[in-house]
């Protein structure tokens, strides 16, 4: 049974960088065609994609959100990583880590695991 489960600080003050760990247990974060995603939602607003890496390593990231995402792993430690940098309260949301999958083709891929989610604060 795949579980996913976000780690990291609740609070990072404004200009800092955001940093969370996903900890997979269950599967192996380089098994071949899953994509280890982050999404977030805001208070109040929808689900907005943050990016992936992929099981090769590969990463893409949101246009809007490119120039401050780093996503990263740790294959030793079956995790990968988020950073955000230079947060504003704007940043503040409740953060997923999420597993991608694609078993009936890359046009009918979806989110088939889930962590429980993380509320990440930014404020001073």
């Known amino acids: 049974q795949v579980q996913l489960q976000e780690s990291g600080p609740g609070l990072v003050k404004p200009s800092q960088t955001l940093s969370l760990a996903c900890t997979v247990s269950?599967?192996?974060?380089?098994?071949?065609?899953?994509?280890w995603t982050w999404i977030r939602q805001p208070p109040g607003k929808g689900l907005e994609w943050i990016g992936y890496?992929?099981?090769?390593?590969?990463?893409v990231y949101s246009p809007s959100l490119k120039s401050r995402t780093s996503i990263s792993r740790d294959t030793s430690k079956n995790q990968f990583t988020l950073q955000l940098s230079s947060v504003t309260p704007e940043d503040t949301a409740v953060y997923y880590c999420?597993?991608?999958?694609?078993?009936?083709?890359?046009?009918?891929?979806?989110?088939?695991?889930w962590g429980q989610g993380t509320l990440v604060t930014v404020s001073s």
């Open positions: 999420a597993r991608e999958g694609n078993p009936y083709g890359w046009e009918r891929r979806y989110f088939e695991v």
């Open positions: 269950g599967g192996s974060i380089t098994t071949n065609n899953y994509y």
């Open positions: 890496i992929g099981y090769s390593g590969s990463t």
